[in-house]
């Protein structure tokens, strides 16, 4: 899946010389957590509620003072936002969102196509796309088997063996080290409209060992 398919587009943005607190206005009212900042059509930097709450000053703090010294009514974007943010692109994979995500521990990213600001793609974006590339949505199995690397053809002879039992294959992934032995191969393979008692005997003429077989459902209270 690419960015393009999860992001969000036409995002809410702010300007730099917008006041912290029309700022938080708009992502409390949008209910999100990072405003691209936007000057002449250009982004020019990116800011978060928890750059904002920053300047929010303590609770016990008599309201009087609050009113004389509120930071919120006096500083700008301009002055706390994150300048030159890195973007990532529409057609990029959400494996590479995913990454720059985890490394850089941002919440979010701007989408970014030909200069032009077209999305934003936050952390959770990323979770449900790859949630949905994976079939984990869809009442499924999910086999996870060992192969042996010089038994070469049983991975493409067991996905031959699903399609003729006329399962749906959601996803296939593979785990290189799963054990002491480097000589197996796991497998996690989500099927849909599968007969796991249909295929075990198919499963043992081809040498695949089983670890497990899980039926799957989403929850309902997601």
Do not use: W
């Amino acid at each position: 899946m690419r960015v393009a398919d999860c992001m969000t587009k036409d995002p809410k943005t702010c300007a730099p010389d917008m006041l912290l607190y029309e700022a938080r206005d708009i992502m409390r009212a949008g209910r999100f957590r990072r405003l691209p900042v936007m000057e002449d059509d250009t982004l020019v930097g990116v800011v978060t509620d928890r750059d904002i709450r920053s300047f929010l000053l303590p609770d016990d703090l008599p309201e009087r003072v609050k009113e004389r010294i509120d930071l919120l009514k006096v500083r700008r974007v301009g002055d706390i936002m994150t300048p030159n943010p890195i973007t990532v692109g529409p057609d990029a994979s959400l494996e590479r969102a995913s990454e720059i995500l985890r490394r850089k521990k941002f919440g979010g990213l701007p989408v970014l196509e030909n200069g032009k600001l077209v999305g934003v793609i936050s952390a959770r974006d990323v979770m449900s796309g790859l949630h949905e590339g994976l079939g984990a949505h869809r009442d499924s199995f999910r086999f996870t088997i060992e192969i042996s690397r010089d038994k070469t053809d049983a991975l493409s002879q067991f996905l031959h063996i699903l399609a003729t039992q006329q399962s749906i294959i959601l996803s296939v992934l593979s785990d290189f080290t799963t054990g002491r032995d480097r000589n197996i191969i796991h497998y996690s393979i989500r099927v849909a409209r599968a007969d796991p008692k249909k295929l075990l005997p198919f499963l043992e003429d081809i040498g695949v060992e089983i670890v497990d077989i899980i039926t799957e459902s989403p929850s309902k209270d997601l």
